[in-house]
């Protein structure tokens, strides 16, 4: 049974979304955001207020991953979000590229600091000189400290919410150990862990791999990395981070302890660094969402299920409506039982197909519609977010089946927008088809020759060439960087015969490059 159109259907008009996906992107994404309730925008320019929609998920991928490094033996702390003008500069070399982000404190009501205090854009300078404190001995090692806190960075590039904000939420883990073998096998333990954040929550498919000489933390020994996908604008994106720094922090801040086999001899700890930020939030909307709005993964969404009362109309007997009435509210205490995130839509100044938008404006992932023909039939309606696909279920089985149908959606939308990533992962190997791959939207694989030089070349190139294509001469054209060399290697470099697509050159391993976030 349909649900009757209200006529309150034309007199309510719905904060629909106004601007297509596919023609607006950016006015679309902004709009999915605030209509589905996820994001406010603030009065201060690349500041953003997180909704209870959106916090809720960074909560989800909180709890989740935090529960992974406590069994890796990582311990919460927090440290200060001022840092010292004297403490920043120690670490001059690495913070210098960085140095025009860094935002200052110089004022306490009208009186000048005595000296500026800078906000921590990230905590190594903040944490490291504590570490070379409490780190005497090997026995004090490792030390694996987290904090969950938010940075400041004072980005002049157009921000984005959740992309590039000038405040962002994140977790920042800064490990020592006495071998670099101990070090190296944690970079990947954790980078699997982002890996597993972005495609068993976010439904987000990723590539893993290692960053160039040229990508990589500056300051570190080397850099891995999640790489996502953004179908809408066929850019790459940088999802999380996790660094080998080596010894160079453990130099600069001298964090040493006695060799445990040569006595009065030191060593120099092996240290990493990893993130995962509430970008991952922006990425999840950009892949998901469409033209209706939100569409939210079940495993972080805050509401998974709304229960809608239909078909209720001037003709309805006082029987039938509280048989629908009790029977909704029934289903909700049911299923939250069974531990589904579940509410029930009783509003009655709005008509059913007001609400059916209004939650799938929200990206509610399943809606249930119950109504006095299916309180005859004792069973209930289904309709997924994703597709909009109908199934009905009876009524004695949904404490099992919507349990089910939510894992089914969940995977759902994982395999689509992984047909979608591998769709546009495309390996070229002639130069010539390089840059025709990313105007058609495509991440592009080459055989490299792993030189820097060239690296600069290929984004030089691409973005000339790319302007010279363009329709619209004043059309900026976004050169392509390297986003990783993918862990998992293609076939099909001979050592000594392939040759680097972009210089000609020896190749020696297949590396992904793109225009990217
Ligand atoms: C901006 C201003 C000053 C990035 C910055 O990726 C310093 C920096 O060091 C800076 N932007 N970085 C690199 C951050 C490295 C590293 N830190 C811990 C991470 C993960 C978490």
Same mark, same amino acid.
């Given at each position: 049974m349909g649900p009757k159109k209200a006529a309150n259907d034309s007199k309510t008009p719905? $904060? =629909? $979304?106004? =601007?297509?996906k596919e023609e607006d992107f950016p006015s679309w994404y902004q709009q999915v955001l605030t209509k589905g309730d996820m994001l406010e925008y603030y009065d201060v320019s690349g500041c953003y207020i997180m909704k209870p929609g959106s916090y809720y998920v960074w909560e989800q991928i909180q709890g989740w991953f935090d529960g992974q490094i406590k069994a890796l033996g990582v311990q919460n702390a927090y440290f200060p979000m001022f840092v010292s003008s004297r403490v920043l500069e120690k670490e001059k070399d690495h913070v210098e590229g960085f140095a025009p982000e860094v935002a200052w404190v110089t004022k306490a009501g009208t009186t000048d600091l005595e000296e500026p205090i800078a906000i921590r854009p990230t905590s190594e300078t903040v944490m490291y000189p504590y570490y070379a404190k409490w780190i005497r001995s090997h026995r004090d090692l490792p030390l694996k400290l987290n904090q969950w806190n938010s940075v400041v960075r004072w980005e002049f590039k157009h921000p984005q919410p959740f992309l590039r904000t000038r405040e962002f939420l994140w977790q920042e883990g800064h490990t020592a150990f006495l071998t670099q073998t101990e070090a190296e096998s944690e970079v990947l333990q954790i980078l699997d862990l982002y890996a597993r954040v972005y495609s068993e929550l976010l439904a987000v498919p990723v590539i893993k791999g290692r960053k160039t000489e040229k990508e990589k933390f500056a300051g570190g020994f080397f850099t891995t990395t999640t790489e996502g996908y953004i179908p809408a604008t066929g850019r790459g994106i940088q999802g999380a981070t996790s660094h080998c720094l080596g010894q160079n922090f453990s130099k600069m801040f001298g964090i040493t302890v006695e060799d445990p086999n040569k006595v009065g001899e030191k060593i120099n700890v092996w240290q990493n660094s990893w993130g995962l930020s509430t970008r991952t939030i922006g990425v999840m909307v950009m892949i998901h969402g469409d033209d209706k709005g939100l569409v939210m993964p079940p495993r972080v969404a805050q509401t998974q299920v709304v229960v809608i009362p239909c078909g209720i109309t001037v003709k309805t007997t006082e029987e039938d409506k509280t048989n629908v009435n009790s029977g909704v509210e029934e289903i909700a205490k049911v299923l939250k039982e069974a531990g589904v995130r579940v509410i029930t839509d009783t509003r009655d100044n709005y008509s059913p197909g007001w609400k059916f938008s209004d939650w799938e404006l929200r990206g509610v992932p399943l809606r249930i519609e119950f109504g006095p023909m299916d309180f005859k039939k004792q069973q209930v309606m289904s309709v997924r977010r994703t597709s909009g696909a109908k199934q009905s279920i009876p009524l004695s089985d949904i404490s099992s089946a919507v349990p089910q149908l939510l894992e089914d959606i969940q995977t759902e939308m994982y395999n689509k927008a992984k047909a979608q990533f591998d769709q546009h992962v495309v390996r070229v190997t002639k130069w010539d088809d390089f840059v025709p791959a990313l105007n058609a939207k495509n991440l592009v694989q080459i055989p490299w020759c792993g030189v820097m030089q060239c690296e600069e070349e290929i984004k030089d190139k691409s973005a000339r060439q790319a302007s010279d294509e363009a329709e619209d001469e004043r059309a900026p054209s976004m050169g392509a960087k390297s986003l990783c060399i993918p862990f998992e290697q293609p076939e099909g470099i001979v050592k000594g015969e392939t040759k680097c697509a972009a210089c000609g050159k020896e190749a020696i391993q297949w590396c992904m490059f793109g225009r990217s976030y």
């Amino acid at each position: 049974m349909g649900p009757k159109k209200a006529a309150n259907d034309s007199k309510t008009p719905l $904060i =629909s $979304i106004t =601007s297509p996906k596919e023609e607006d992107f950016p006015s679309w994404y902004q709009q999915v955001l605030t209509k589905g309730d996820m994001l406010e925008y603030y009065d201060v320019s690349g500041c953003y207020i997180m909704k209870p929609g959106s916090y809720y998920v960074w909560e989800q991928i909180q709890g989740w991953f935090d529960g992974q490094i406590k069994a890796l033996g990582v311990q919460n702390a927090y440290f200060p979000m001022f840092v010292s003008s004297r403490v920043l500069e120690k670490e001059k070399d690495h913070v210098e590229g960085f140095a025009p982000e860094v935002a200052w404190v110089t004022k306490a009501g009208t009186t000048d600091l005595e000296e500026p205090i800078a906000i921590r854009p990230t905590s190594e300078t903040v944490m490291y000189p504590y570490y070379a404190k409490w780190i005497r001995s090997h026995r004090d090692l490792p030390l694996k400290l987290n904090q969950w806190n938010s940075v400041v960075r004072w980005e002049f590039k157009h921000p984005q919410p959740f992309l590039r904000t000038r405040e962002f939420l994140w977790q920042e883990g800064h490990t020592a150990f006495l071998t670099q073998t101990e070090a190296e096998s944690e970079v990947l333990q954790i980078l699997d862990l982002y890996a597993r954040v972005y495609s068993e929550l976010l439904a987000v498919p990723v590539i893993k791999g290692r960053k160039t000489e040229k990508e990589k933390f500056a300051g570190g020994f080397f850099t891995t990395t999640t790489e996502g996908y953004i179908p809408a604008t066929g850019r790459g994106i940088q999802g999380a981070t996790s660094h080998c720094l080596g010894q160079n922090f453990s130099k600069m801040f001298g964090i040493t302890v006695e060799d445990p086999n040569k006595v009065g001899e030191k060593i120099n700890v092996w240290q990493n660094s990893w993130g995962l930020s509430t970008r991952t939030i922006g990425v999840m909307v950009m892949i998901h969402g469409d033209d209706k709005g939100l569409v939210m993964p079940p495993r972080v969404a805050q509401t998974q299920v709304v229960v809608i009362p239909c078909g209720i109309t001037v003709k309805t007997t006082e029987e039938d409506k509280t048989n629908v009435n009790s029977g909704v509210e029934e289903i909700a205490k049911v299923l939250k039982e069974a531990g589904v995130r579940v509410i029930t839509d009783t509003r009655d100044n709005y008509s059913p197909g007001w609400k059916f938008s209004d939650w799938e404006l929200r990206g509610v992932p399943l809606r249930i519609e119950f109504g006095p023909m299916d309180f005859k039939k004792q069973q209930v309606m289904s309709v997924r977010r994703t597709s909009g696909a109908k199934q009905s279920i009876p009524l004695s089985d949904i404490s099992s089946a919507v349990p089910q149908l939510l894992e089914d959606i969940q995977t759902e939308m994982y395999n689509k927008a992984k047909a979608q990533f591998d769709q546009h992962v495309v390996r070229v190997t002639k130069w010539d088809d390089f840059v025709p791959a990313l105007n058609a939207k495509n991440l592009v694989q080459i055989p490299w020759c792993g030189v820097m030089q060239c690296e600069e070349e290929i984004k030089d190139k691409s973005a000339r060439q790319a302007s010279d294509e363009a329709e619209d001469e004043r059309a900026p054209s976004m050169g392509a960087k390297s986003l990783c060399i993918p862990f998992e290697q293609p076939e099909g470099i001979v050592k000594g015969e392939t040759k680097c697509a972009a210089c000609g050159k020896e190749a020696i391993q297949w590396c992904m490059f793109g225009r990217s976030y």
